[in-house]
T-cell receptor
Framework: GIQVEQSPPDLILQEGANSTLRCNFSDSVNNLQWFHQNPWGQLINLFYIPSGTKQNGRLSATTVATERYSLLYISSSQTTDSGVYFCAVERGYNQGGKLIFGQGTELSVKP | GAGVSQSPSNKVTEKGKDVELRCDPISGHTALYWYRQSLGQGLEFLIYFQGNSAPDKSGLPSDRFSAERTGGSVSTLTIQRTQQEDSAVYLC??????????????FGPGTRLTVL
């Protein structure tokens, strides 16, 4: 099956710093989503981004489907950005939307 | 409702007992998914419902696991004869209909299951 790899596995930042999280996938995908899992376990949608670039406030994401990777950028990080960031992909058209998740990047932002 | 809701939020049970976990999707969302998150396995797909179509059960780990969706809305995940390896957070998600493609999945807060 398709493999989803995220890097780095862990990241510690000082408040105000910028960071880039990466998601590589082993085959063509129909859809890709980025999630933030907060310290209470809630998975929050960040981006639905099968291709192209999107921005939402301090966060932006880029997916280059032809090269099988996606990047999540966090600028001017805040302590509330702490948590685990997951990338998830859907294997192919009409695969029912079941998401295959990467192992996540655990981010800790220090004040 | 405003989001996907799940109940109970926590469930502690003894090995061998049956448990039922409930999910209320966002109103109007025809697609419903169950996933589970455990330390050793990460986040993994269990089962998918879309409208009146037969569910995709390809992720269910054993025949002790089953799920149903009544009236195209609420779903119940049942685990029979629970084992300690079933301990995990069970997450439900829903999404809108979008033709042949898929749409953003919205997740509930999860049910933390502990099997003693």
């Amino acid at each position: 099956g398709i493999q989803v790899e995220q890097s780095p596995p862990d990241l510690i930042l000082q408040e105000g710093a910028n960071s880039t999280l990466r998601c590589n996938f082993s085959d063509s995908v129909n859809n890709l989503q980025w999630f933030h899992q907060n310290p209470w376990g809630q998975l929050i949608n960040l981006f639905y981004i099968p291709s192209g670039t999107k921005q939402n406030g301090r966060l932006s994401a880029t997916t280059v489907a032809t090269e099988r990777y996606s990047l999540l950028y966090i600028s001017s990080s805040q302590t509330t950005d702490s948590g685990v960031y997951f990338c998830a992909v859907e294997r192919g058209y009409n695969q029912g939307g079941k998401l295959i998740f990467g192992q996540g990047t655990e981010l800790s932002v220090k004040p | 409702g405003a989001g996907v809701s799940q109940s109970p939020s926590n469930k502690v049970t003894e090995k061998g007992k049956d448990v039922e976990l409930r999910c209320d999707p966002i109103s109007g969302h025809t697609a419903l998914y169950w996933y589970r998150q455990s330390l050793g396995q990460g986040l993994e797909f269990l089962i998918y419902f879309q409208g009146n179509s037969a569910p995709d059960k390809s992720g269910l780990p054993s025949d002790r696991f089953s799920a149903e969706r009544t009236g195209g809305s609420v779903s119940t995940l049942t685990i029979q004869r629970t084992q300690q390896e079933d301990s995990a957070v069970y997450l439900c998600a829903s999404s809108r209909p979008s033709g042949g493609a898929t749409d953003t999945q919205y997740f509930g807060p999860g049910t933390r299951l502990t099997v003693l």
